[in-house]
């Protein structure tokens, strides 16, 4: 069995295509942290003459809200970003909806079976037997390694995590080098109910669409030491990973749904200029010197000039 591309990843000369992704989640209206991150994202592929992907990840059904996914296809649309792949657009992984792609996480639990184990904490035990205040990620203590410690109750699938470090050249960030058993711990593949969770599924979706480059907001930076061990162990190359800063309000808090932050469908009903919208962040990120209209295409020099290092050196 093999978990990755549908044939051969694409290539040029022997050299891998570059391919980054936008992937979010349709649990509520995007605002202009999304709006931002998915800009860099969208500059830094046509920069190095990529392929845009994009992808809905909607496996979390309990957080999903009707009419998420047809929004963020009208949001971007009117802000002016095209994908090459994805929904409506096609493409060789498809399909690039996650619900749609259950089977592949199958395999992957199949192929990292070794690593795995049931687990019948919740996650209370686990605060209480790691001494953790409420808040922040619980760092697993191996509770259930040998056998669910109540064995009729649901269980999870954890997988084992060594001690050791786990490094990366962050092309945002810098050199970076974690050790996820400090961090997390053993952590969760699988729900109790089944269902398969964020790590797993972003990873293996990212090998099978050949992802080569991944920027995302630097909050997703404390899940990259673990999903790079996800990579080692189904034997496929790390992209290359860039976190950027969060665009923030005037209080200094990051944009979020939970917080009411304006949508981008509000700004759109309220009659705000989309490429208007589009220069403010390119402003806001130094890409432009001064606040004007701007389409994407327009920035993609400017971009370059602004950013070589989210242009990183190869691909590897």
Known sequence: ????????????????????????????????????????????????????????????????????????????EWLGFDWDEGPGAGGPAAPYVQSERLSLYDQCLERLAERAYPCSCSRKDVREAAAAPHGGELVYPGTCRTGPTRPHAPTSLRLRVPEGQVAWDDLSLGPRSEDPSQICGDFITRGKDGSHVYQLACVADDIAMGITHVLRGEDLAGSTSRQILLYRWLDAEVPLFAHTPLRRDEGGERLAKRRGSPSLAQLREEGADPALLVGTLAHDLGILDQQQRALPEQLVEPFRATFPALLGSHVH
């Open 1 to 76: 069995m093999t978990v990755g591309w549908k044939g051969q990843p694409p290539s040029e000369g022997g050299a891998r295509v570059v391919r980054g992704r936008f992937a979010p989640s349709p649990t509520g209206p995007l605002h202009l942290g999304h709006a931002q991150s998915l800009l860099l994202g969208w500059l830094q592929v046509r920069a190095l003459g990529g392929r845009f992907v994009l992808r809905i990840e909607d496996i979390d059904t309990v957080r999903n809200r009707p009419g998420a996914t047809e929004a963020i296809y009208r949001d971007m």
